[in-house]
């Protein structure tokens, strides 16, 4: 199946430059299964912060279905 993964943030620089990328993974494949299918492992970022599926906050471990907007988001600091 195919499904679109979008960086936001500071982790843009993991997809090399592109905003997004359209990947083919299969059926039953978790969020973290498709970060990985990318070469992201979401455990070594510092400051990974969360995932959304078609714009709703999801666990990292949540499947994904054909046509998915997975987008994954950097930890927000301030104060």
Known sequence: MKITITLRGSLRK???GENERIVEVPEGCTCDEALRSIGIDYKEIKNFGFVAV?????MIYAELKEGDVLKAYPRIYGG
């Open 14 to 16: 993991y997809l090399e």
């Open 54 to 58: 078609n714009n709703m906050r999801v």
